[in-house]
């Protein structure tokens, strides 16, 4: 196994540890997630949504062939979540900006994943 993907491996899975974290807190209602949902204006629906879609993204970075999916898909939740942080609640928004960079990294590295379902 070469450096690059060496790396990617380690990025893989500090980021499944991160979406796994955030989506389970989501899932399982923690008061500061609901706060937030709340403040949003939208109701708790999209909690669930976010939540799903942050631990089956998780899973998908180590499903073979949907890496870059799963990048592309969980880049997309970062990009909205962080509109809607910046929109209507505030900060702290950091470790939404270091997640949106992660996930744009497997992304592009996966890119063939996507140009091939294109194709």
């Known amino acids: ?4 993907n060496r790396s990617m491996m380690f990025l893989r899975a500090a980021l499944t540890l ?3 974290y955030f989506g389970l807190r989501k899932l399982g209602s923690f008061s500061t997630d609901v706060a937030i949902y709340e403040a949003i204006g939208f ?3 999209p909690r669930y949504i ?3 879609i942050e631990v089956v993204g ?3 970075l180590w499903w073979r062939g949907w890496e870059g999916i799963a990048g592309l898909l969980l880049l997309g939740t ?3 979540g962080l509109s809607a942080l910046l ?3 505030g900060p702290p928004y950091w470790h939404m900006l270091m997640l949106i960079l992660g996930t744009g990294a497997v992304a ?4 063939n994943q996507f140009i091939a379902l294109i194709r």
């Open 43 to 45: 109701g708790q629906f």
């Open 78 to 80: 970062m990009i909205v």
């Open 1 to 4: 196994m070469n450096t690059a």
């Open 18 to 20: 991160a979406f796994l």
């Open 50 to 52: 976010t939540g799903s």
């Open 87 to 89: 929109i209507w609640v």
């Open 108 to 111: 592009v590295h996966y890119r």
């Open 58 to 60: 998780a899973g998908l």
